[in-house]
T-cell receptor, first 117, second 110 residues
Framework: GAVVSQHPSWVICKSGTSVKIECRSL??????MFWYRQFPKQSLMLMAT?????????EQGVEKDKFLINHASLTLSTLTVTSAHPEDSSFYIC?????????????FGPGTRLTVL | DAKTTQPPSMDCAEGRAANLPCNHS???????VYWYRQIHSQGPQYIIH???NNETNEMASLIITEDRKSSTLILPHATLRDTAVYYC???????????FGTGTKLQVIP
């Protein structure tokens, strides 16, 4: 149980184009999903918190107009990188939170490798 | 969320127990200790979590000191597939944020 998928697993795009990444919780409903970015040899950095049916909360320094997040259902959140540039090349990882008695556990997707040429 | 301190790297012989320490001296009473690991180029994998009692599951054991200022993740019989970066995280109950530190890079040696 508690499986999170991401699609695509990797994508290469030209500079200036937009890329959409999907995150799905396959066997549980997630009211909250998270988007992280990870550069080579660095730790995960939280970009935004996404709650179903409401606007995402972005971390300081993350441009909300560049990284569009939609959480339309309890099992799907999308991240769209608009007008991508080479510096946006990174490993993007989502997670979904499964509510448990008195605690919450986040389960992570396998990640999406974005390369912008 | 409280800050954690972990050694940057550790080696462990295959088949032996891997003991990964984590210091969280500023942990609050309502913060849980979570452990995740990240194998190269994959998303983090949940391992275990606990509040104050020791916990065990099919993957690992978590030992939390009585004062809760530190904990140890134990992989009882390390295999080569356990080579990964291990992250210790403390998190307020029902908090939404998970903040990753730099973790411990565990290398299991044949």
């Amino acid at each position: 149980g508690a499986v999170v998928s991401q699609h695509p697993s990797w994508v290469i795009c030209k500079s200036g184009t937009s890329v959409k990444i999907e995150c799905r919780s396959l066997d549980f409903q997630a009211t909250t999903m998270f988007w992280y970015r990870q550069f080579p040899k660095q730790s995960l950095m939280l970009m935004a918190t996404s709650n179903e049916g409401s606007k995402a909360t972005y971390e300081q320094g993350v441009e909300k107009d560049k990284f569009l997040i939609n959480h339309a259902s309890l099992t799907l959140s999308t991240l769209t990188v608009t007008s991508a540039h080479p510096e946006d090349s990174s490993f993007y990882i989502c997670s979904a939170e499964q509510a448990q008695t008195n605690t919450d556990t986040q389960y992570f997707g396998p990640g999406t490798r974005l390369t912008v040429l | 969320d409280a800050k954690t301190t972990q050694p940057p790297s550790m080696d462990c012989a295959e088949g032996r127990a891997a003991n990964l320490p984590c210091n969280h001296s500023t942990i609050s009473g309502n913060e849980y200790v979570y452990w995740y690991r990240q194998i190269h180029s994959q998303g983090p994998q949940y391992i275990i979590h606990g509040l104050k009692n020791n916990e065990t599951n099919e993957m690992a054991s978590l030992i939390i000191t009585e004062d809760r200022k530190s904990s140890t993740l134990i992989l009882p019989h390390a295999t080569l597939r356990d080579t990964a970066v291990y992250y210790c995280i403390v998190r307020v109950v029902l908090s939404q944020k998970v903040t990753f530190g730099t973790g411990t890079k565990l290398q299991v040696i044949p």
